[in-house]
């Protein structure tokens, strides 16, 4: 699957990432009121052994934003990180239980609409997230006292400001045409600018950055001290039914997430690969079994860096193994030179990365392709935005059924019609089924016929229906035993044998 041909784009692409992954792993550590330490285990887990096992080309994988609540509340429901760490490892088993049992196929019945959605909602939580580093706000300022500008750093948004308008021009014609130039990513540009800012500014007493306005990773003084960081799960506790609730809860909420990005990054790839579901499944299972018991979070495939991943030219997962491996070295080796990124680069990179995610013509394009289209794609930007990424989803996705609904309600493809008149110009009404008719047509059906006028001659042809619901059969019994009474004459022309449809397709592979 790793061809080395892909290297040279897959290196590069491997660094922007890793630059990406090591502000968010210590993020959402700090979200999930867990050692910081955790996470940085997490994304090296999930780059690593996840990205070794996963078929996913363009994935990747590290603990999720969106499963910050649940660790949270998970860590004071159990009263213990290394409780909580056994249940991640059993939380991965069930996983890897899920994949067997292939239910991977789950990820395929999400609509383009409702994707589109979750895309478009991340990428403006990912801008909306980094607003307050890009400005270097502190959060001891009190906003109300001070206002929005006093509370600014000027050191940090001079950084933030030159961050952004290298990224935005590295990925311009002029530069790309310039192959020396090109081959370096912007991301490693405008870090590397970044870095030499904060000490140049460093010398002066305004523009300093603070000490949190810094990248900030555990250091180490030697490799006992270094081995320490690792914790093991209390595996006392394995009767805990609490802890078999928090390892579902996880399995379920991480294999959601995680077959929603790997429909999105797959929708998203210029090659149009697909990734094998049940494997992936298999893959994050092993990842969060192994990150369980040596300390870390719960991992998922996640969209920021995936997309990071894809954007930056990456070919194959090479670039997620070398970006777990580029953690795993600086975090043992070089913490202290680490420390000295400022975090407003970062945020330029993720916020360009939003954008991207959220462009204006996107939600043109989905507004040009109808109401359907549209509806349930802003109800799940709207719900991501403003509740989080599951519920987004499941709001996006009741949308979407309910537009379903409502075009099977509306639509009579299933249901041909033709009117006439006979002599005595009594009404002549043709009704042909068509070859399924399912409980979503019984709406409309039942509608069609409430309006055939009295005194008609109605001719139901059931010639081409291979399978009709029960619902439809009853309904349409109920109104051949009240036509009489309507003066309605019923014609029924029958097929030889209705019969369950997956019958019908047996016998004619036969």
């Known amino acids: 699957m790793i061809d080395v041909k892909d290297l040279k784009q897959d290196i590069p692409a491997s660094v922007v990432v890793f630059f990406v992954a090591l502000p968010l792993c210590l993020g959402v550590a700090l979200a999930s009121g867990a050692p910081?330490?955790?996470?940085?285990?997490?994304?090296?887990?999930?780059?690593?052994?996840?990205?070794?096992?996963?078929?996913?080309?363009?994935?990747?994988?590290?603990?999720?934003a969106g499963l910050t609540v649940i660790v949270l509340a998970?860590?004071?429901?159990?009263?213990?990180?290394?409780?909580?760490?056994?249940?991640?490892?059993?939380?991965?088993?069930?996983?890897i239980l899920l994949g067997a049992l292939r239910a991977g196929i789950l990820g395929y019945f999400f609509p383009s609409s409702v994707i589109?959605?979750?895309?478009?909602?991340?990428?403006?939580?990912?801008?909306?997230?980094?607003?307050?580093?890009?400005?270097?706000?502190?959060?001891?300022?009190?906003?109300?006292?001070?206002?929005?500008?006093?509370?600014?750093?000027?050191?940090?948004?001079?950084?933030?400001?030159?961050?952004?308008?290298?990224?935005?021009?590295?990925?311009?014609?002029?530069?790309?045409?310039?192959?020396?130039?090109?081959?370096?990513?912007?991301?490693?540009?405008?870090?590397?600018?970044?870095?030499?800012?904060?000490?140049?500014?460093?010398?002066?007493?305004?523009?300093?950055?603070?000490?949190?306005?810094?990248?900030?990773?555990?250091?180490?003084?030697?490799?006992?001290?270094?081995?320490?960081?690792?914790?093991?799960?209390?595996?006392?506790?394995?009767?805990?039914?609490?802890?078999?609730?928090?390892a579902v809860t996880i399995a379920v909420v991480a294999s959601l997430e995680t077959l929603l990005s790997v429909e999105a990054i797959d929708k998203m790839d210029p090659l149009k690969r697909t990734t094998p579901t049940n494997r992936e499944l298999v893959a994050q299972g092993v990842g969060n079994s192994f990150s369980g018991l040596i300390g870390g979070l719960p991992v998922t495939q996640v969209i920021v860096r995936s997309s990071v991943n894809l954007q930056t030219g990456a070919r194959s997962k090479a670039s997620t193994i070398c970006h777990g491996i580029?953690?795993?070295?600086?975090?043992?080796?070089?913490?202290?030179?680490?420390?000295?990124?400022?975090?407003?680069v970062l945020a330029a990179v993720l916020i360009l990365t939003g954008y991207k995610l959220a462009k204006p013509a996107l939600f043109k394009k989905m507004w040009a392709a109808g109401l359907e289209q549209f509806l349930p794609f802003a109800i799940t930007v709207s719900g991501v935005v403003f509740t989080d990424l599951l519920t987004g989803v499941g709001l996006g996705m009741a949308a979407a059924i309910f537009a379903l609904l409502r075009r099977n309600y509306l639509n009579s493809h299933f249901l041909h019609k033709k009117q006439g008149t006979e002599e005595g110009n009594r009404p002549r009404i043709n009704l042909r089924l068509a070859e399924e008719v399912t409980f979503l047509n019984k709406g409309a059906i039942r509608k069609e016929l409430s309006e055939i006028p009295d005194n008609a001659h109605v001719i139901l042809d059931k010639r081409n229906c291979v399978y009709m619901n029960h619902d439809i059969a009853e309904t349409i019994d109920g109104f051949i035993a009240t036509a009489s009474a309507r003066n309605i004459e019923v014609e029924v022309i029958e097929r030889q044998a209705v019969v369950p449809i997956w019958e019908e397709r047996n016998s004619r592979a036969a």
Not at 36 to 63: K, N
Not at 79 to 92: I, K, N, Y
């Open 36 to 64: 910081l330490f955790s996470g940085l285990i997490a994304g090296i887990v999930g780059g690593i052994v996840v990205g070794a096992i996963s078929g996913s080309r363009l994935g990747v994988s590290g603990p999720a």
């Open 326 to 344: 580029l953690l795993l070295v600086c975090v043992a080796t070089l913490p202290t030179w680490l420390n000295m990124i400022p975090l407003g």
């Open 116 to 246: 589109n959605g979750m895309l478009t909602g991340i990428g403006l939580i990912i801008v909306l997230k980094q607003i307050p580093y890009a400005f270097g706000l502190d959060e001891s300022i009190s906003m109300v006292e001070e206002g929005m500008l006093s509370a600014v750093h000027p050191g940090v948004l001079i950084i933030s400001l030159m961050s952004l308008a290298l990224l935005v021009a590295w990925e311009s014609p002029q530069v790309k045409r310039l192959k020396w130039v090109g081959a370096i990513p912007g991301p490693v540009v405008a870090v590397a600018t970044a870095v030499v800012l904060a000490l140049l500014f460093a010398r002066t007493g305004e523009l300093e950055l603070h000490a949190s306005q810094l990248v900030s990773v555990p250091v180490a003084s030697g490799f006992n001290e270094f081995l320490s960081l690792f914790t093991l799960p209390d595996f006392t506790q394995i009767n805990n039914p609490a802890v078999w609730s928090v």
């Open 74 to 95: 998970a860590i004071e429901t159990l009263e213990s990180f290394q409780v909580f760490l056994l249940a991640v490892l059993l939380g991965g088993l069930l996983q």
